[in-house]
């Protein structure tokens, strides 16, 4: 009887201990796969936009390397002790609008309505 009473009280332990496998505050139970997966901006934004606005294979490469050169620059900006965070955020929205006008230039009138159409929105 005793032998049994064992057996029971630790096949039950075990089920409960069994359960609570994997349960860590603040995470669900499955993991998502996708967390591990870079995701290259760059390669994001060209495609958006080149989506949005009918980009031909020219404009695209031109705006690849307009999104590149900003992104770096962004970085350094972010990066650069010396500066302020308002002296920051003047310098990110000053680069922002050299982006915006460098787009326009290679970009066709129907792109460019688009383009502003997308800015707009952005700001709101």
Same mark, same amino acid.
């Given at each position: 009887?005793?032998?049994?009473?064992?057996?029971?009280?630790? /096949?039950f =332990?075990?089920? =409960? =201990? $069994?359960?609570?496998?994997?349960?860590?505050?603040?995470?669900?139970?499955? *993991?998502? /796969?996708?967390? $591990?997966?870079?995701? #290259?901006?760059?390669?994001?934004?060209?495609?958006?936009?080149?989506?949005?606005?009918?980009? #031909? /294979?020219?404009?695209?490469?031109?705006?690849? $390397?307009l999104?590149? #050169?900003?992104?770096?620059?962004?970085?350094?900006?972010?990066?650069?002790?010396?500066?302020s #965070?308002?002296?920051?955020?003047?310098?990110?929205?000053?680069?922002?609008?050299?982006? $915006?006008?460098?787009?326009?230039?290679?970009?066709?009138?129907?792109?460019?309505?688009?383009?502003?159409?997308?800015? =707009?929105? *952005? *700001?709101?």
């Open positions: 009887m005793k032998k049994i009473f064992f057996l029971i009280l630790i /096949g =332990s075990f089920f =409960s =201990s $069994n359960a609570q496998v994997d349960r860590r505050i603040g995470t669900g139970q499955y *993991k998502n /796969g996708n967390q $591990n997966k870079n995701v #290259d901006l760059v390669e994001t934004s060209v495609e958006s936009l080149k989506e949005k606005l009918n980009l #031909d /294979g020219f404009q695209e490469a031109i705006v690849r $390397n999104v590149k #050169d900003n992104q770096t620059k962004s970085k350094e900006i972010i990066e650069a002790v010396s500066y #965070d308002i002296e920051k955020r003047n310098l990110l929205a000053e680069l922002g609008e050299k982006f $915006n006008i460098e787009i326009k230039k290679i970009l066709l009138p129907e792109q460019i309505e688009k383009y502003e159409k997308l800015i =707009s929105k *952005k *700001k709101k």
